[in-house]
Protein backbone atom coordinates (compact mmCIF):
# COMPACT_ATOMS: atom_id res chain seq x y z
CA UNK A 1 0.00 0.00 0.00
CA UNK A 2 3.01 2.09 0.66
CA UNK A 3 4.21 1.50 -2.56
CA UNK A 4 0.87 2.89 -4.47
CA UNK A 5 0.40 5.60 -2.20
CA UNK A 6 4.10 6.93 -3.14
CA UNK A 7 3.33 6.24 -6.66
CA UNK A 8 0.01 8.31 -6.56
CA UNK A 9 1.96 11.14 -4.62
CA UNK A 10 5.00 11.21 -7.55
CA UNK A 11 2.43 11.33 -9.82
CA UNK A 12 1.10 14.41 -7.95
CA UNK A 13 4.31 16.11 -7.72
CA UNK A 14 5.12 15.53 -11.27
CA UNK A 15 2.19 16.61 -12.45
CA UNK A 16 1.65 20.14 -10.44
CA UNK A 17 5.82 20.64 -11.05
CA UNK A 18 5.46 21.05 -14.86
CA UNK A 19 2.03 23.06 -14.14
CA UNK A 20 3.22 25.56 -11.67
CA UNK A 21 7.03 25.54 -13.51
CA UNK A 22 4.47 26.99 -16.72
CA UNK A 23 2.72 29.51 -15.12
CA UNK A 24 5.41 31.00 -13.38
CA UNK A 25 7.27 30.69 -16.51
CA UNK A 26 4.62 32.87 -18.28
CA UNK A 27 4.43 34.70 -15.46
CA UNK A 28 8.31 35.88 -15.57
CA UNK A 29 7.41 39.52 -16.90
CA UNK A 30 5.54 40.45 -13.56
CA UNK A 31 6.40 40.91 -10.28
CA UNK A 32 8.72 38.27 -8.05
CA UNK A 33 5.44 38.20 -5.00
CA UNK A 34 3.06 37.11 -8.16
CA UNK A 35 5.31 33.78 -8.82
CA UNK A 36 6.11 33.42 -5.54
CA UNK A 37 2.52 33.01 -4.71
CA UNK A 38 2.52 30.27 -7.01
CA UNK A 39 5.17 28.60 -5.84
CA UNK A 40 4.15 29.20 -2.19
CA UNK A 41 1.16 27.58 -3.42
CA UNK A 42 2.28 24.70 -5.23
CA UNK A 43 4.59 23.49 -2.29
CA UNK A 44 1.91 23.67 0.14
CA UNK A 45 0.40 21.16 -2.08
CA UNK A 46 2.88 18.91 -2.14
CA UNK A 47 3.23 18.71 1.99
CA UNK A 48 -0.26 18.27 1.92
CA UNK A 49 -0.28 15.40 -0.57
CA UNK A 50 2.37 14.29 1.13
CA UNK A 51 0.16 13.81 4.37
CA UNK A 52 -3.50 12.83 3.04
CA UNK A 53 -1.07 9.72 0.45
CA UNK A 54 1.43 8.77 2.51
CA UNK A 55 1.10 9.70 5.82
CA UNK A 56 4.02 12.06 6.30
CA UNK A 57 3.12 14.55 8.88
CA UNK A 58 5.13 17.41 10.69
CA UNK A 59 4.64 19.87 13.72
CA UNK A 60 7.10 22.83 14.24
CA UNK A 61 8.79 23.50 17.16
CA UNK A 62 10.33 27.22 18.14
CA UNK A 63 7.78 28.80 15.49
CA UNK A 64 8.37 32.15 18.09
CA UNK A 65 11.92 31.85 16.43
CA UNK A 66 10.58 33.00 12.92
CA UNK A 67 11.80 35.73 12.11
CA UNK A 68 10.52 38.58 10.00
CA UNK A 69 13.88 40.09 8.59
CA UNK A 70 15.72 38.50 6.03
CA UNK A 71 18.14 35.76 7.58
CA UNK A 72 20.21 33.21 6.14
CA UNK A 73 19.00 29.75 7.22
CA UNK A 74 21.14 27.17 8.01
CA UNK A 75 19.32 23.58 7.43
CA UNK A 76 19.92 20.02 8.04
CA UNK A 77 19.60 17.94 5.18
CA UNK A 78 18.32 14.06 4.79
CA UNK A 79 15.49 14.63 2.33
CA UNK A 80 13.82 16.49 -0.52
CA UNK A 81 11.06 16.84 1.87
CA UNK A 82 12.34 20.18 3.81
CA UNK A 83 12.63 21.62 0.26
CA UNK A 84 9.04 21.87 0.16
CA UNK A 85 8.32 22.52 3.76
CA UNK A 86 10.55 25.18 4.31
CA UNK A 87 8.79 27.40 1.53
CA UNK A 88 5.92 26.53 3.37
CA UNK A 89 6.91 27.81 6.76
CA UNK A 90 9.32 30.76 6.17
CA UNK A 91 8.36 33.97 3.98
CA UNK A 92 10.08 34.59 0.75
CA UNK A 93 13.65 31.90 0.28
CA UNK A 94 16.12 31.82 -2.04
CA UNK A 95 18.00 28.41 -2.14
CA UNK A 96 21.54 27.45 -3.40
CA UNK A 97 22.20 24.91 -5.09
CA UNK A 98 24.48 23.41 -8.14
CA UNK A 99 23.56 25.10 -11.55
CA UNK A 100 22.85 21.56 -13.14
CA UNK A 101 19.58 21.54 -11.62
CA UNK A 102 18.69 24.55 -13.99
CA UNK A 103 18.67 22.28 -17.28
CA UNK A 104 15.77 19.81 -16.02
CA UNK A 105 12.89 19.99 -17.90
CA UNK A 106 10.70 22.26 -16.36
CA UNK A 107 11.47 21.83 -13.01
CA UNK A 108 14.54 23.98 -13.60
CA UNK A 109 12.72 26.15 -15.78
CA UNK A 110 10.35 27.13 -12.99
CA UNK A 111 13.25 27.10 -10.67
CA UNK A 112 14.71 29.82 -12.67
CA UNK A 113 12.46 32.29 -12.40
CA UNK A 114 12.60 32.07 -8.37
CA UNK A 115 15.91 34.15 -7.93
CA UNK A 116 17.85 31.03 -6.85
CA UNK A 117 20.97 31.14 -6.36
CA UNK A 118 23.17 28.59 -8.91
CA UNK A 119 26.65 27.86 -8.23
CA UNK A 120 28.91 25.55 -9.78
CA UNK A 121 29.89 22.56 -7.41
CA UNK A 122 33.36 22.04 -7.34
CA UNK A 123 35.11 25.24 -9.18
CA UNK A 124 36.33 26.53 -5.46
CA UNK A 125 36.83 29.85 -4.49
CA UNK A 126 34.44 30.85 -7.67
CA UNK A 127 31.87 28.83 -6.27
CA UNK A 128 31.76 30.34 -2.88
CA UNK A 129 32.08 33.73 -4.85
CA UNK A 130 29.16 33.15 -6.52
CA UNK A 131 27.32 31.87 -3.04
CA UNK A 132 28.41 35.29 -1.41
CA UNK A 133 27.55 37.65 -3.70
CA UNK A 134 24.28 35.85 -4.79
CA UNK A 135 23.43 35.39 -1.06
CA UNK A 136 24.03 38.94 -0.10
CA UNK A 137 22.22 40.56 -3.51
CA UNK A 138 19.33 38.22 -2.47
CA UNK A 139 19.12 38.93 1.68
CA UNK A 140 19.17 43.03 0.41
CA UNK A 141 16.24 42.24 -1.86
CA UNK A 142 14.64 41.06 1.59
CA UNK A 143 15.05 37.21 0.56
CA UNK A 144 15.76 34.65 3.36
CA UNK A 145 18.77 32.70 1.68
CA UNK A 146 18.46 28.65 2.81
CA UNK A 147 21.49 26.69 3.12
CA UNK A 148 22.17 23.01 3.35
CA UNK A 149 25.54 23.23 5.09
CA UNK A 150 26.14 19.38 4.77
CA UNK A 151 26.22 19.90 1.30
CA UNK A 152 24.15 16.98 0.32
CA UNK A 153 21.79 14.62 1.97
CA UNK A 154 22.98 12.72 4.60
CA UNK A 155 21.77 9.56 6.83
CA UNK A 156 19.28 9.65 9.63
CA UNK A 157 21.69 7.69 12.00
CA UNK A 158 24.26 10.72 11.89
CA UNK A 159 25.65 14.07 10.51
CA UNK A 160 27.52 14.27 7.38
CA UNK A 161 30.08 16.79 6.91
CA UNK A 162 29.43 20.57 7.52
CA UNK A 163 31.02 23.11 5.02
CA UNK A 164 32.37 26.74 4.76
CA UNK A 165 30.23 28.10 2.28
CA UNK A 166 27.22 29.41 4.04
CA UNK A 167 29.27 30.79 7.35
CA UNK A 168 31.44 32.89 5.18
CA UNK A 169 28.47 34.47 3.40
CA UNK A 170 27.05 35.02 6.60
CA UNK A 171 30.34 36.85 8.38
CA UNK A 172 31.09 38.79 5.47
CA UNK A 173 27.14 39.79 4.95
CA UNK A 174 26.49 40.14 8.65
CA UNK A 175 23.18 39.00 8.21
CA UNK A 176 22.23 36.58 11.31
CA UNK A 177 21.64 32.79 11.28
CA UNK A 178 18.75 30.88 11.88
CA UNK A 179 18.99 27.24 12.58
CA UNK A 180 16.57 24.41 11.45
CA UNK A 181 17.15 20.76 12.62
CA UNK A 182 14.50 17.85 11.34
CA UNK A 183 14.93 14.32 11.08
CA UNK A 184 12.84 13.85 7.46
CA UNK A 185 15.05 11.04 6.48
CA UNK A 186 13.36 8.78 8.61
CA UNK A 187 10.42 8.87 6.26
CA UNK A 188 11.68 9.91 3.14
CA UNK A 189 14.94 8.47 2.69
CA UNK A 190 17.61 9.17 0.50
CA UNK A 191 17.57 6.94 -2.51
CA UNK A 192 13.93 5.28 -1.37
CA UNK A 193 11.13 5.75 -3.45
CA UNK A 194 8.68 4.89 -1.48
CA UNK A 195 7.55 7.47 1.45
CA UNK A 196 6.74 5.97 5.50
CA UNK A 197 4.38 7.26 7.52
CA UNK A 198 5.11 9.23 10.75
CA UNK A 199 5.71 12.36 12.23
CA UNK A 200 8.72 14.62 11.63
CA UNK A 201 9.76 17.28 14.54
CA UNK A 202 11.03 20.44 12.67
CA UNK A 203 13.10 22.27 14.90
CA UNK A 204 13.89 26.16 14.48
CA UNK A 205 16.29 27.71 17.05
CA UNK A 206 17.41 31.44 17.72
CA UNK A 207 18.88 33.98 15.91
CA UNK A 208 22.88 33.20 16.00
CA UNK A 209 24.65 36.73 15.64
CA UNK A 210 27.31 37.10 12.98
CA UNK A 211 28.48 40.58 13.55
CA UNK A 212 32.39 40.40 14.56
CA UNK A 213 32.38 36.82 14.20
CA UNK A 214 34.29 34.58 12.02
CA UNK A 215 33.09 31.70 9.37
CA UNK A 216 34.83 29.26 11.84
CA UNK A 217 33.01 30.49 14.88
CA UNK A 218 29.25 30.55 13.08
CA UNK A 219 29.46 27.69 11.52
CA UNK A 220 30.57 26.15 14.68
CA UNK A 221 27.80 27.35 16.77
CA UNK A 222 25.45 26.42 14.04
CA UNK A 223 26.23 23.14 13.86
CA UNK A 224 26.20 22.64 17.66
CA UNK A 225 23.27 23.86 17.94
CA UNK A 226 21.81 21.40 15.20
CA UNK A 227 23.40 18.73 16.15
CA UNK A 228 22.39 18.94 20.10
CA UNK A 229 18.72 18.53 18.98
CA UNK A 230 19.28 15.40 16.62
CA UNK A 231 19.62 13.00 18.97
CA UNK A 232 16.42 14.46 20.79
CA UNK A 233 14.05 14.43 18.03
CA UNK A 234 15.13 11.54 15.89
CA UNK A 235 13.07 8.21 16.25
CA UNK A 236 15.73 6.09 15.90
CA UNK A 237 19.68 6.20 16.53
CA UNK A 238 21.35 9.10 16.08
CA UNK A 239 24.98 9.51 16.67
CA UNK A 240 26.35 12.88 16.66
CA UNK A 241 30.39 14.27 16.13
Same mark, same amino acid.
Given at each position: ????????????????? !????? $?? @? %???????? /??? *???? +??????????????????????????????????????????????? !????? $?? @? %???????? /??? *???? +???????????????????????????????????????????????????????????????????????????????????????????????????????????????????????????????????
Amino acid at each position: MQFIASLLFSIYTLFST !VVTAI $IC @F %ILFPFPYK /IRY *FFIN +LYAASVVRALTLLCGVKYHVEGAENIPDEPVIIFCKHQSTWETYVLQ !VIFNK $IS @F %IFKNELLW /IPF *FGWG +LATMKPIAIKRGSGKKAVKQLVNGGIKRLREGICVVIFPEGTRTSPTGPGRYRIGGAILAAESGYPVIPVAHHAGEVWRRKEFVKHPGEVTIRIGPKIQTKGKTAEEILAEAKNWIEAQMPEITQGAYKAD
